[in-house]
């Protein structure tokens, strides 16, 4: 495997097991398209998918990396964890992201409560319907709903109007802490990282504070090249991973096709002097 600064690869990617758009085996053929060779699948809470797009990266080419986004917790907001190479036998990972999908399931019925309640809105059918599609459901699906009934202009609309802090859907929840759940993924795989960590609301010396207790607890990357970050956001993140000695991930959280500025494999450059994920990778031979 090359470095990522010679190979269009992606670590962050979504399918229709969570809360993207497309299967995985359509999701691989745009990666495809996009000559994407090096692709991980990284649903949220579930592992469900993966069966499927490695045979479809098998067919294409791609090196497929088993992988998953897992839902944490961090004082007091939520966090988000991949693992990439994650084993195929993962019964105490498995576990783990099972009582989050309950958890998960539990939620979406209460948002559909609130929005019923409080905005008159028909939040229990959407629920319903959210809850039979998919197994494990995010609040985006209910802003895709509330999309597609008219009550919204698009998603972030639906956020802003009804299911953020204090808005009529909002439902806190607490996910896991961050040792249990860097725990589950130790049972999976070595390779664990930092999802999106310029997004979390928190001061610089926060964020710094995160980043050494999960380098710490066995993390060993962040992703320090991803959709939205502002050259800001990247030179703060390149920092951290020169202080902690931190491997640097990339990739596009893939959703949705019809989000133009966000395909898949876009975001590819990595601030100088970092060393890829894929490097470590490589020396652990991870793959299908």
């Excluded at 664990?192 to 060993?220: C, D, K, N, Q, W």
């Amino acid at each position: 495997m090359n470095s990522a600064s010679e190979t269009r690869v992606d670590f962050h990617t979504h399918s229709h097991y969570s809360d993207g758009l497309l299967s995985p085996t359509d999701l691989v053929e745009r990666a495809a398209a996009r000559n994407v060779r090096v692709l991980a699948l990284t649903d949220h809470d579930t592992l469900s998918g993966l069966e499927e797009a490695a045979a479809a990266c098998e067919r294409a080419g791609i090196t497929f990396v088993r992988g998953v986004e897992v839902s944490g917790s961090y004082r007091g907001q939520a966090i988000h964890v991949l693992g990439l190479g994650v084993a195929a036998e993962a019964p105490a990972l498995q576990q783990h992201i099972d009582a989050i999908t309950h958890r998960r399931r539990e939620r979406i019925v209460e948002i559909g409560d609130r929005l019923a309640q409080r905005g008159r809105l028909p939040g229990r059918d959407m629920a319903l319907r959210i809850n039979t599609a998919h197994r494990s459901p995010t609040r985006l699906h209910i802003a895709r709903e509330l999309v597609s009934g008219g009550f919204a202009d698009d998603t972030q609309h639906a956020f802003d109007r009804w299911l953020n802090r204090s808005k009529p859907g909002h439902v806190p929840i607490e996910w896991p802490a961050l040792e249990p759940t860097l725990a589950a993924l130790r049972t999976a795989t070595p390779h664990i990282v930092l999802a999106h960590p310029h997004r979390y609301r928190l001061s610089a010396g926060g964020l710094r504070t995160l980043v050494g207790e999960f380098a710490a607890a066995g993390g060993i990357g962040l992703e320090a090249s991803i959709a939205g970050m502002s050259p800001g956001d990247t030179d703060r993140i390149a920092s951290l991973c020169r202080k902690f000695r931190l491997a640097a991930s990339l990739g596009s959280d893939f959703h949705d096709p019809a989000v133009p500025w966000n395909p898949l494999g876009r975001w590819l450059k990595l601030a100088d002097g970092l060393e890829p994920i894929t490097d470590r990778f490589e020396r652990a031979h991870v793959g299908n």
